[in-house]
């Protein structure tokens, strides 16, 4: 049987439509995205890496204190146009971030460092996620925002790094506050 070369190409794409690798339902985002922070009244050029776990947002002056018997962390936004106020928000977790070869220091006996892990609402494009978010200074990076893996599941995103800012700004729904 020989197939028409536009029946074979309509198999073709049938076939690839149909494969576990094609990506239905994924939003395909740049290298470089703007992200929005609603709650801490942000929005930052982020970097879009598949390669690191977590998302890491630029802090400055971190510290960890007690309110109502929780766990809290009391930090300044690490960005150049940071106002000064502190910004409180209750702990999650800790989170242990492998060091990289011209991070580690043999004395100290340690391959990681520990990072104070906090929730945020964050929006790119017209999509917002609740993702965990560490907190380190980030000031002699690019990106005051970096958005690893863990956090790229919950957008379903696809990142094509020939791309940049591809969702545009941040354009979520306000979040509805709900009556108390």
């Known amino acids: 049987m020989r197939l028409k070369p536009t029946a074979l190409l309509l198999a073709l794409v049938a076939l690839l439509l149909s494969g576990t690798g094609f990506a239905a339902g994924k939003t395909i985002y740049g290298l470089n995205e703007y992200a929005g922070i609603a709650e ?19 802090a400055r002056d971190i510290k960890r204190f007690k309110r109502d018997g929780q766990t809290w962390v009391r930090f300044y936004l690490g960005t150049d ?19 990289r070869h011209g991070d580690f220091n043999p004395d100290e006996d340690k391959t990681y460092t520990a990072r104070p892990v906090i929730e945020l609402a964050v929006c790119m494009g017209k999509i917002r996620r609740t993702i965990e978010v560490n907190l380190t200074d ?13 956090a790229l599941k919950r957008f379903g995103a696809l990142v094509d790094p020939s791309l940049k800012y591809a969702a545009g700004k941040p354009g979520c729904e306000p979040v509805a506050k709900t009556a108390e």
């Open 40 to 58: 801490l009244d942000l929005q930052v050029a982020a970097k879009l890496d598949t390669g690191a776990k977590t998302a890491s947002l630029s």
């Open 138 to 150: 980030r000031s002699t990076f690019q990106y005051p925002l970096l958005i690893g893996s863990e």
């Open 81 to 99: 146009d940071a106002d000064s106020n502190p910004i409180e928000r209750p702990l999650a977790r800790i989170s242990k971030i492998k060091r």
